[in-house]
């Protein structure tokens, strides 16, 4: 696999994997769940931390690299961008979807009459979520690359 995981990059990529778990299987028990308002609620809650928790700490990641502290913010925009890009899109799906699921919920017109924008919105955000675990897992991976905390010289 990946010879670099070792010493200080495997409590931070185990910690990742774990917030990256934590929100797949929300994906998967909400749908199971759907019944129980106040367990969505709090699930709903949860996903949305876990999303930021990740975020923040890529960018901690980013912030704690040789080639940031060097200053070549540039270098490092141009090897994540499109992560970067994912996550907030996903973040922003996943909120949208969670609110608009709660709001339906909570206005008693969630009893299996969905409108046809949120099915639409719901199977997207579904499909998308792939797309953003393989950005994701691919991004921390790369910057546990011990290349990017030493200096080359």
Same mark, same amino acid.
């Given at each position: 696999?990946?010879?670099?995981?070792?010493?200080?990059?495997?409590?931070?990529?185990?910690?990742?994997?774990?917030?990256?778990?934590?929100?797949?299987?929300?994906?998967?028990?909400?749908?199971?769940? %759907?019944?129980?308002?106040?367990?969505?609620?709090?699930?709903? /809650?949860?996903?949305?931390?876990?999303?930021?928790?990740?975020?923040?700490?890529?960018?901690?990641?980013?912030?704690?690299?040789?080639?940031?502290?060097?200053?070549?913010?540039?270098?490092?925009?141009?090897?994540? %961008?499109?992560?970067?890009?994912?996550?907030?899109?996903?973040?922003?799906?996943?909120?949208?979807?969670?609110?608009?699921?709660?709001?339906?919920?909570?206005? $008693?017109?969630?009893?299996?009459?969905?409108?046809? $924008?949120?099915? /639409?919105?719901?199977?997207?955000?579904?499909?998308?979520?792939?797309?953003?675990?393989?950005?994701?897992?691919?991004?921390?991976? %790369?910057?546990?690359?011990?290349?990017?905390? $030493?200096?080359?010289?």
């Amino acid at each position: 696999m990946v010879d670099y995981l070792t010493g200080r990059y495997v409590p931070i990529v185990a910690f990742q994997l774990i917030l990256l778990i934590s929100d797949l299987l929300i994906n998967i028990v909400s749908i199971i769940l %759907r019944s129980y308002n106040a367990l969505i609620l709090v699930f709903s /809650v949860i996903q949305i931390l876990c999303i930021i928790l990740a975020f923040s700490t890529i960018f901690i990641q980013f912030f704690s690299t040789y080639v940031y502290q060097v200053g070549l913010i540039e270098l490092l925009h141009e090897r994540f %961008r499109h992560t970067i890009i994912i996550c907030l899109i996903y973040f922003i799906a996943t909120l949208g979807i969670n609110v608009w699921s709660l709001l339906l919920r909570y206005n $008693e017109t969630y009893k299996g009459n969905w409108p046809i $924008e949120f099915i /639409v919105f719901y199977i997207v955000h579904r499909l998308f979520a792939p797309v953003y675990y393989y950005e994701f897992k691919r991004c921390f991976l %790369r910057i546990s690359d011990p290349r990017f905390y $030493e200096d080359s010289r």
